[in-house]
């Protein structure tokens, strides 16, 4: 039979492993979900892609637009390249991985 001390020892244990466990299996399920980021000099990134927004509001919208753009294709970071409009901003980014 074990001791209340010992049976006390074992429990936070198990609570201590498991709660270590359960950090690193949400750490690395959560590693993927990182946002893109823009970047301005893309030295030494891998170029995947372009994409174009032709209806933005705001060039912040522009923005998310793209960072949402560039997530939806698994890239890690973006750099817009060109934004006009007048009743809306429109633009271009390159995709990097």
Known sequence: MMSK???MRSFIMKTIMNTVLAATLFSAISFGAFAAQPVTDAS???PMGT???AKADT???LEA???QAAEKDNAKY???ISAGGDEYIYGNAILYK
């Open 51 to 53: 994409i174009s927004i």
């Open 78 to 80: 973006y750099k817009i």
């Open 44 to 46: 030494g990134l891998v």
């Open 59 to 61: 060039v912040a919208d």
């Open 5 to 7: 001390t010992s049976f």
């Open 65 to 67: 637009q793209v960072q």
